[in-house]
C-alpha cells in the first residue's frame, strides 16, 4: 500500500458521502439560474422559497440569500436526501405523487413540487401530515409562497401512527422552531423533557394514508423514532403502490433495524448515511443522544420497467486490452466486462430506451470527436445491480492517423450515456497509422 493509498482511504474514512460522483449530475436537470435571492427567505438552487422567520438561529443567517446546489449539503439536509428526492421526480413521469409524513413546514413537500414543475410535470399531487398547529400553518403558508394552493392538496394536522386513534401534542411557544417534536402521551417526550401543556391531536394510520393512492412517487418518512414500526405496519402496501422512500433515522438501532427490515422486503437502499451520536450514560432514550440524524433512500425495484430513465448511472467498465495500434477505420473486436454498480437494472434489446454499451473517440487534446460508436447488447437481460456482463464491442477506428483515446461507456438511448451523466468511462490510449 502506497501512501497515496493511505492517504485516499483516510479521506473515505473521514468523509463517508453516502452517492457518488455520477449522481451529482442530477441538479443540473433542476438548476434555475434565473431565481433571485429576496428578503425575507431563503431561495434554494431551484428556486423553492422558504420563510427565513420560520427557522433557527443559524440557519437565519442565510436570510435573502440564493443557495446553490448542496453538496455536501445544506442548511438543513445533506446531499443524499436530495439526491433522493431529485431522483423520484426525475423517474415520476407525466404525474408527481409524494406524500411527507412528520412533514414540519412542509420543505420537502414543496420542494419536490417545485422540481416537478421544473420538468414540465403539471399533474402534481401532495400529501402531508404534521401535527404540531404552528408548523402546520406554515406548511400551508409554504405552499402557497411557491405557487401551490393547499386547498388542492391533501394536508392532515395530526400524528401518523400503526393504529388509529389520538394522543397529546406538546404545546411550548418558546420554542416554536423546534422540528423534533414527537407525541407525548404522558407529557414527556423521548429527550426527557416534560410538558406542561398538550392538546390532543388525531392519530392516522399509516396504511390508511398509504392506500389513498394506487402509486406514490416518494413517500418521505421523519417522524422522531417510529420510522420502523410505521414501515413494518404497512409493509406489504408500501412494496405495492411506493416507488421511492426517504426514510429520516434517529438512532443507530432504527439504522439497522429498517434496513433488516426493508432489505427482507426486496428493497434496494440507494445511499445511507448512519445516525450521529455521543453515548450518554442514562439518557432517557436512544433517540436522546442523536446528534444528527441519518438518512436512508430506498428504491422499489417491483416499479422499475423496461424503457423507463435511468436515475442511477454507475458504472464499471474494464478490459484486457490496454492500449491499441490500428489502422484508419479499421473494425476490432474489444472485448470487455461491464458491472451495473447503480441500483437500477440495465434493460438491453427493447424497444424504448435500451441500455447498451458504445464509445466515444477523444482526440489528443481531449476533444470529443463527432462519431457516433457503434453499439453492442448486453449477452444477459435485464443486468441487475451488482451484475456483470461479459461482451465483444465492435470498435471502428478514426479516418484519420494520430493518437487517440477511446473511451467506452453504457448509453441509455434516448435517455443518456452514462459519462455524460458522472460515470468514468474505461479509457483507452490508441494510434492509429496507415
Request: negative net charge; proline residues 7%.
Amino acid at each position: 500500500m502506497t501512501a497515496k493509498d493511505i492517504t485516499d482511504a483516510h479521506v473515505v474514512l473521514q468523509l463517508f458521502p453516502g452517492y457518488q460522483d455520477s449522481d451529482l449530475a442530477l441538479f443540473q436537470q433542476f438548476a434555475n439560474t434565473d431565481v433571485k435571492p429576496e428578503p425575507g427567505f431563503i431561495v434554494d438552487f431551484m428556486g423553492s422559497r422558504m420563510r427565513t422567520a420560520w427557522l433557527w438561529k443559524e440557519a437565519q443567517a442565510f436570510d435573502g440569500q440564493r443557495l446553490g446546489i448542496p453538496v455536501p449539503e445544506d442548511f438543513h439536509a445533506e446531499t443524499i436526501e436530495w439526491i433522493g428526492l431529485l431522483k423520484a421526480v426525475a423517474s415520476a413521469g407525466d404525474q408527481y405523487v409524494a406524500m411527507e409524513l412528520g412533514a414540519g413546514f412542509g420543505p420537502w413537500t414543496v420542494a419536490g413540487a417545485v422540481a416537478a414543475r421544473r420538468l414540465g410535470i403539471k399533474d402534481i399531487r401532495l400529501c402531508a401530515v404534521e401535527g404540531d398547529s404552528r408548523h402546520f400553518q406554515w406548511l400551508r403558508q409554504n405552499l402557497v409562497d411557491n405557487g401551490f394552493d393547499p386547498q388542492q392538496q391533501t394536508l392532515f394536522e395530526a400524528a401518523v401512527g400503526v393504529r388509529a386513534g389520538q394522543t397529546q401534542w406538546p404545546v411550548d411557544e418558546s420554542t416554536s422552531c423546534d422540528f423534533g417534536r414527537r407525541p407525548v402521551p404522558n407529557g414527556v417526550d423521548y429527550r426527557g423533557r416534560e410538558f406542561q401543556n398538550t392538546r390532543t391531536v388525531e392519530v392516522i394510520p399509516i396504511l390508511d394514508l398509504i392506500v389513498a393512492q394506487p402509486r406514490w412517487d416518494l413517500v418521505h418518512i421523519d417522524v422522531q423514532g417510529d420510522e420502523v414500526n410505521l414501515c413494518r405496519s404497512c409493509l406489504d402496501e408500501l412494496s405495492n403502490r411506493v416507488r421511492r422512500m426517504i426514510v429520516g433515522t434517529h438512532s443507530r438501532k432504527i439504522d439497522g433495524d429498517l434496513i433488516d427490515l426493508m432489505f427482507a422486503a426486496g428493497w434496494l437502499l440507494e445511499h445511507e448515511k448512519p445516525t450521529r451520536f455521543y453515548f450518554v450514560p442514562g439518557a432517557p432514550s436512544l433517540e436522546a443522544m442523536t446528534a444528527g440524524d441519518g438518512t436512508q433512500v430506498w428504491l422499489n425495484p417491483r416499479f422499475f420497467r423496461p424503457g423507463d430513465p435511468l436515475t442511477s448511472f454507475s458504472q464499471r467498465i474494464s478490459s484486457s486490452v490496454r492500449n491499441l495500434n490500428v489502422k484508419p477505420r479499421e473494425v476490432i473486436h474489444l472485448p470487455l466486462n461491464v458491472k451495473n454498480t447503480g441500483t437500477q437494472p440495465w434493460f438491453t434489446g427493447v424497444r424504448i430506451a435500451p441500455v447498451n454499451v458504445s464509445y466515444r473517440w477523444l482526440d489528443s487534446s481531449g476533444g470529443e470527436l463527432p462519431i457516433e460508436g457503434h453499439r453492442a447488447q448486453l449477452t444477459r437481460n435485464p443486468v441487475q445491480p451488482g451484475q456483470e456482463d461479459q461482451l465483444l464491442l465492435p470498435v471502428e477506428a478514426p479516418p484519420d492517423p494520430g493518437s487517440y483515446t477511446l473511451a467506452v461507456s453504457m448509453v441509455q438511448e434516448s435517455v443518456a450515456w452514462f459519462y455524460a451523466r458522472g460515470a468514468e468511462p474505461l479509457r483507452l490510449p490508441v494510434i492509429v497509422t496507415d
